[in-house]
T-cell receptor
Framework: DTAVSQTPKYLVTQMGNDKSIKCEQNLGHDTMYWYKQDSKKFLKIMFSYNNKELIINETVPNRFSPKSPDKAHLNLHINSLELGDSAVYFC??????????????FGPGTRLTVL | AQSVTQLDSQVPVFEEAPVELRCNYS??????LFWYVQYPNQGLQLLLK??????LVKGINGFEAEFNKSQTSFHLRKPSVHISDTAEYFC??????????FGAGTILRVKS
């Protein structure tokens, strides 16, 4: 029973293409996140959604568009992929947004390689 | 804004030896503190977190951390490491709104 799942696990594509990464959580959480881990393993939050509403948008280029069809899903669509988008993207979820101490549960990651 | 500094990028240690991974944070408001572990090719898993109360926090796999407000530190310790503890460890801070700010990570290499 995977708590937070992501598909695909690996994604190799050419510059200029458009791609999507899907995330699903079965924990009943209200809040979901996308993080980017670069080649130096530095982790940075990109987006946060609470009950399908965008809460955090961390100066991410407009080419990145998160979409939350329901509380259990948060997908990431990336237009016009660039070399610098190559990274591991992690989805996470937590129970609620209001308090900052909630544990975030992370998915296994999607390794995106842009050629 | 919050920031986290993990002072060591890599820590090599022999099996059954004690280890300390250092973490310092900066914030103008009260924070919550976390340690996450990332095993190779996997996602992050929570080791422990400090919310309030006792400054010594115990986590999974025998790890513990001590919150020191005056030194703005949250160092992670384990009295005796195993080969299986080899992983990357991330310290993180949150000041509300569940926005985690991570440090750069410390790779713990346990040698036999």
């Amino acid at each position: 029973d995977t708590a937070v799942s992501q598909t695909p696990k690996y994604l190799v594509t050419q510059m200029g293409n458009d791609k999507s990464i899907k995330c699903e959580q079965n924990l009943g959480h209200d809040t979901m996140y996308w993080y980017k881990q670069d080649s130096k393993k530095f982790l940075k939050i990109m987006f946060s959604y609470n009950n399908k509403e965008l809460i955090i948008n961390e100066t991410v280029p407009n080419r990145f568009s998160p979409k939350s069809p329901d509380k259990a899903h948060l997908n990431l669509h990336i237009n016009s992929l660039e070399l610098g988008d190559s990274a591991v993207y992690f989805c996470a979820s937590s129970r609620r947004l209001r308090e900052g101490g909630d544990t975030q549960y992370f998915g296994p990651g999607t390794r995106l390689t842009v050629l | 804004a919050q920031s986290v500094t993990q002072l060591d990028s890599q820590v090599p240690v022999f099996e059954e030896a004690p280890v300390e991974l250092r973490c310092n944070y900066s914030s103008s408001v009260s924070v919550y503190l976390f340690w996450y572990v990332q095993y190779p090719n996997q996602g992050l898993q929570l080791l422990l977190k400090y919310l309030s109360g006792s400054t010594l926090v115990k986590g999974i796999n025998g790890f513990e951390a001590e919150f020191n407000k005056s030194q703005t530190s949250f160092h992670l310790r384990k009295p005796s490491v195993h080969i299986s503890d080899t992983a990357e460890y991330f310290c993180a801070v949150s000041a509300g709104g569940n926005k985690l700010v991570f440090g750069a990570g410390t790779i713990l290499r346990v040698k036999s």
